[in-house]
Nanobody, 123 residues
Framework: QLQLVVSGGDLVQPGGSLRLSCAAS????????VGWFRQAPGKEREAVSC????????NYADSMKGRITISRDNAKNTVILQMNNLNPEDTAIYFC????????????????WGPGTQVSVSS
């Protein structure tokens, strides 16, 4: 059974950092492009970043540029999203998703999804 599990969401103060983890079971993430998405209350889901199975990373959220880093830990079959200098506008549920082709900013292109983790930024 193919599963993605997301962890690392939390309540942090503005300016804080979080490290989100997307772990896979039942398949190898090295064979997948892994995207991070987020959905804030009342808003559509938006692409944040993606690590391509072919190499290379993509950052899609202009508001987060310079504050996020995506990386892989192949030994743990995990993709990490490091987020720094968080602000209240980053409050959302964060999801990871996988697809067997190259990265895409469209969530409809991803076939496997994790359940999401809540990130809340508030003082």
């Amino acid at each position: 059974q193919l599963q993605l599990v997301v962890s690392g969401g939390d309540l942090v103060q503005p300016g804080g950092s979080l490290r989100l983890s997307c772990a896979a079971s039942g398949f190898t993430l090295r064979d997948q492009s892994v995207g991070w998405f987020r959905q804030a209350p009342g808003k559509e889901r938006e692409a944040v970043s993606c690590s391509s199975r072919y190499g290379g990373n993509y950052n899609y959220a202009d508001s987060m540029k310079g504050r996020i880093t995506i990386s892989r830990d192949n030994a743990k079959n995990t993709v990490i999203l490091q987020m720094n200098n968080l602000n209240p506008e980053d409050t959302a549920i964060y999801f990871c998703a996988a697809r067997g082709l190259s990265c895409s900013a469209s969530d409809a292109q991803y076939t496997s999804w994790g359940p999401g983790t809540q990130v809340s930024v508030s003082s």
